[in-house]
């Protein structure tokens, strides 16, 4: 499946709705992902939503656009968001469920969906429990992608962003002459401000304090599904689709 949808209405909020939405699929997918950052959850999350038909639903994404607004139109909240992530912490529980609360719709979506960079604790993981037992829906897997750390810090390092799609790409992938060029869309790539050596080491330290309470609370809902994240993103995809209808088969769609 290849399918262009939008992601208006998790990027906006409130009543925003996508302009395109995600076509009906006979199986809409709901996934979290889970890793370290600079894995590839993002990498991943764009590939299986055009695999799956799902949205992909990224909280930095949501936290990025945010902080392209004007200073003046953020809130106290957010601007204290803005300096956390900065700096590689997370930003508060609070914050970040009120977020998903006021999106909640796209957990709804007919496409399904792809959690990405949510939840990232156990108060958020139970919250999300939550929202979705009001809606009468829970999550079909819980991806955990694993790499050593070495070939994080490397992924990490040469990553690029498009200023105007968001997509991610790895300066490795690019060639002369639009070395700062989007693939897709020809705008500027920059760098995230997070991906400075300081911060990306706050953010290992952070994501190291949390994984394994994260990954217990999934374990014990027997949803955790386990991927080594080596090799090409594309093989990684094709890992993750076999895994999940593995452990999906037999369980009503
Ligand atoms: P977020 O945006 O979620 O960042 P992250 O979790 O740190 O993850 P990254 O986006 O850095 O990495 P990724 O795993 O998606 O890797 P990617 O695909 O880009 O969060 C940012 C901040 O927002 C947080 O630090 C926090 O402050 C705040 N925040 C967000 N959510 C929050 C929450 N729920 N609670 C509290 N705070 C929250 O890939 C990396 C690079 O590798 C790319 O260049 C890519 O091209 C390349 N690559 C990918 N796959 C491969 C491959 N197979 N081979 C070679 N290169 C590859």
């Not at 799902?54 to 949501?62: E, I």
């Not at 939550?130 to 999550?139: P, T």
């Not at 991927?227 to 999906?248: H, P, Y």
Request: hydrophobic residues 40%.
């Amino acid at each position: 499946m290849n399918d262009t949808h939008d992601r208006t209405a998790w990027l906006k909020g409130g009543e925003s709705h996508c302009v395109h939405p995600p076509r009906t699929v006979s199986r809409p997918w709901k996934l979290a992902l889970l890793g370290p950052p600079g894995v590839g959850k993002g990498t991943q999350a764009q590939l299986l939503a055009q695999r799956l038909g799902a949205c992909h639903l990224s909280t930095g994404d949501v936290f990025r656009a945010a902080k392209s607004c004007d200073e003046t139109e953020l809130t106290p909240a957010l601007a204290t968001a803005m300096d956390r992530m900065r700096s590689g912490e997370l930003v508060d529980d609070d914050l970040v469920l009120q977020m998903i609360y006021e999106r909640r719709q796209c957990l709804n979506c007919r496409g399904g969906f792809l959690l990405d960079g949510f939840p990232r604790t156990v108060v958020q993981a139970e919250t999300l429990e939550r929202f979705l037992n009001w809606e009468n829906l829970a999550l079909d897997a819980v991806v955990n992608y694993d790499l050593e750390l070495d070939e994080i810090v490397e992924r990490l390092a040469g990553r690029r962003s498009c200023s105007g799609c968001k997509a991610v790409t790895h300066v490795s992938e690019l060639s002369p002459p639009a070395l700062d060029r989007c693939k897709v869309c020809g705008e500027k790539l920059v760098q995230r401000e997070d991906d400075r050596p300081e911060a990306i080491r706050v953010r290992m330290k952070v994501y190291q304090e949390s994984a394994a309470p994260l990954a217990d609370f999934y374990r014990q809902r027997r949803v955790l599904v386990s991927i080594v994240a080596k090799g090409s993103a594309a093989e990684i995809c094709d890992r993750t689709v076999a895994a999940l209808e593995g452990v999906t088969a037999g369980r009503p769609g």
